[in-house]
């Protein structure tokens, strides 16, 4: 049997992907709006095929809803729901926590002294949009450090699903400062080479995300 030949333009992009993921995150895509396939080939100059693999894949993410005959919209995720994965993330970004403490290396912990010092300078300077890409960045350098890439999978996926409501979050008056605290204990934790202490600090800071997101109804 001959092998079935794809060309470059039938492969997923994950560009595509990403940019679709980026403008649903942010807001610029609303909760329930239909993503239209001609529309997103035009404004992202990319292949029907290429948005079509995107949607199936942010789909599997949680992120778009896809209707029989009806095409795409974003996905709607509830305040309980967001709650709900934050719960879940609770368990698993502990572990990676935990596992990063004890994985670290002397590298790896001047380069969070380093973090740390510059998430507590960008929340003095109430630079809220410096401190949000720091701590997404600690978020991904513990993912990381944890090489636990089962739990990152999961973590990845759920994070996606919820960030819209975290986003609201970030920029709530005050949050930051709150925020600092939280995750300069876990960097702590993790200079400590401590993995009770970091599983516990991280779940401290997510809990105090999930009362925070409670009162914003």
């Given at each position: 049997?001959?092998?079935?030949?794809?060309?470059?333009?039938?492969?997923?992009?994950?560009?595509?992907?990403?940019?679709?993921?980026?403008?649903?995150?942010?807001?610029?895509?609303?909760?329930?709006?239909?993503?239209?396939?001609?529309?997103?080939?035009?404004?992202?100059?990319?292949?029907?095929?290429?948005?079509?693999?995107?949607?199936?894949?942010?789909?599997?993410?949680?992120?778009?809803?896809?209707?029989?005959?009806?095409?795409?919209?974003?996905r709607s995720v509830s305040l309980d729901e967001a709650v709900e994965?934050?719960?879940?993330?609770?368990?698993?970004?502990?572990?990676?926590?935990?596992?990063?403490?004890?994985?670290?290396?002397?590298?790896?912990?001047?380069?969070?002294?380093?973090?740390?010092?510059?998430?507590?300078?960008?929340?003095?300077?109430?630079?809220?949009?410096?401190?949000?890409?720091?701590?997404?960045?600690?978020?991904?350098?513990?993912?990381?450090?944890?090489?636990?890439?089962?739990?990152?999978?999961?973590?990845?996926?759920?994070?996606?699903?919820?960030?819209?409501?975290?986003?609201?979050?970030?920029?709530?008056?005050?949050?930051?400062?709150?925020?600092?605290?939280?995750?300069?204990?876990?960097?702590?934790?993790?200079?400590?080479?401590?993995?009770?202490?970091?599983?516990?600090?991280?779940?401290?800071?997510?809990?105090?995300?999930?009362?925070?997101?409670?009162?914003?109804?």
């Amino acid at each position: 049997m001959n092998a079935v030949e794809i060309s470059d333009t039938d492969r997923p992009d994950p560009s595509v992907t990403d940019a679709i993921r980026a403008a649903i995150v942010s807001g610029e895509f609303a909760p329930n709006q239909r993503l239209i396939e001609a529309d997103l080939t035009g404004s992202l100059g990319a292949s029907r095929t290429s948005i079509r693999s995107a949607l199936f894949e942010l789909a599997t993410e949680g992120l778009v809803d896809r209707l029989p005959n009806r095409g795409a919209r974003v996905r709607s995720v509830s305040l309980d729901e967001a709650v709900e994965i934050l719960e879940v993330r609770i368990a698993v970004e502990g572990l990676c926590a935990a596992k990063a403490a004890e994985r670290i290396t002397d590298g790896e912990v001047d380069e969070l002294r380093l973090l740390r010092a510059a998430l507590i300078e960008s929340v003095s300077a109430g630079d809220l949009l410096e401190y949000s890409r720091l701590h997404q960045n600690l978020d991904r350098r513990i993912r990381e450090i944890s090489a636990q890439a089962t739990a990152v999978g999961i973590i990845e996926r759920l994070r996606a699903q919820s960030v819209r409501h975290q986003f609201r979050l970030s920029f709530q008056a005050g949050r930051a400062r709150v925020s600092v605290n939280e995750h300069v204990a876990i960097i702590d934790a993790l200079i400590d080479r401590d993995p009770v202490a970091a599983q516990a600090a991280t779940r401290e800071h997510l809990m105090s995300v999930i009362e925070a997101l409670r009162s914003l109804t």
